[in-house]
């Protein structure tokens, strides 16, 4: 018996016993709330023998997802600490178009949000660079998405220019970021090819690194693979579970070490690594707002800048920090 409330929910069974017939009768389907009241196009499956995850992308985002999940089945296969896929009965694919979407069916993990402890600092380092190991042998094809690009400084002027006629605080913040940006770009150079190239995983924060416990996390979303600079990936991540509390940094960046060993230089230019992510992430938002008229991510300019110029102010302070 399928226990359905709404037509929504109709759907997703009937896509469920379409792609997985395997997968018994299904108790309940309930949709994963984004944040409290709103939706996310993700289900919770109950079946009479165990939980499932149901993701669910528009058919027109089929070739990223694709990408993504023979990735994730790929690291999935080596031991890393990633959520199980399941092919669907009729073709062995895992991925099935129905109803103007593209769906798959995974493992749903018994996992909690970052609490905040210095345990789950650690195993969010060791997950992401267990998993960076594995993808370091990936031999797939990984597409060019450059969401998070470099700035030039033909953009800067460019968005000077358009930022000096308005006077709320947006524009303002643009105009100001616009002036630093060239002066900290003529105090400190960026060091070139210090940290090795490889397929990782972008976007390493604690919405997609959950717990099991507080020693093992699962790292989830694979949209995010890319080829980069290391320590790009890991200085990101490192920032969003540690912030800027010494302590915290040494820690994530020792317990990453210890799986994936680090250059010294590499340790040494962390807080650039962070100022150059923060500032690939600035320009994601700047273009949204002056190139696709999206303005619905302009509140967080201030954290970006915030953090960005925080990590310039820490650039000499992690060098012994395997010491």
């Not at 949000?113 to 993808?135: C, I, N, S, Y």
């Not at 002036?179 to 940290?195: H, L, V």
């Not at 302590?247 to 590499?266: N, T």
Request: charged share 25%; aromatic share 12%.
């Amino acid at each position: 018996m399928i226990f359905c409330k709404t037509q929504l929910q109709e759907k997703t069974a009937h896509t469920l016993h379409r792609g997985w017939k395997e997968i018994g009768r299904i108790d309940s389907i309930k949709p994963v709330e984004r944040e409290p009241g709103v939706h996310s196009s993700n289900f919770i499956i109950e079946t009479e023998y165990r939980r499932y995850l149901l993701k669910a992308v528009s058919e027109e985002e089929i070739a990223p997802l694709q990408e993504a999940v023979q990735i994730q089945d790929y690291c999935y296969q080596r031991k890393a600490s990633v959520p199980r896929l399941f092919p669907r009965t009729d073709n062995g694919e895992w991925i099935l178009c129905n109803n103007g979407c593209a769906w798959v069916l995974m493992e749903y993990c018994e996992v909690s949000p970052f609490q905040g402890k210095l345990t789950e600092v650690q195993a969010a380092a060791d997950a992401l660079a267990r998993l960076h190991t594995v993808l370091r042998g990936y031999n797939g094809s990984i597409a060019v998405r450059p969401r998070y690009c470099d700035l030039s400084i033909d953009e800067i002027q460019k968005f000077e220019r358009a930022s000096c006629e308005n006077s709320d605080t947006f524009h303002q913040q643009v105009v100001q970021f616009c002036k630093d940006w060239q002066k900290m770009m003529e105090q400190c150079r960026y060091p070139q090819r210090c940290s090795p190239t490889q397929p990782l995983h972008q976007d390493g924060h604690p919405g997609n690194v959950l717990f099991r416990s507080q020693d093992q996390a699962v790292i989830f979303d694979f949209a995010h693979i890319l080829n980069h600079e290391r320590m790009l990936a890991i200085a990101f991540s490192c920032h969003r579970f540690a912030g800027f509390d010494a302590y915290a940094v040494r820690a994530y960046l020792r317990a990453y070490h210890a799986v994936d060993p680090l250059l010294p230089e590499e340790i040494a230019a962390y807080p650039l690594f962070l100022a150059k992510e923060c500032l690939r992430r600035i320009h994601f938002l700047l273009r949204l707002h002056f190139f696709d008229g999206d303005s619905s991510w302009n509140f967080e300019m201030e954290r970006k800048l915030s953090v960005w110029r925080e990590a310039m102010d820490h650039r000499d302070q992690y060098g012994e920090v395997l010491t």
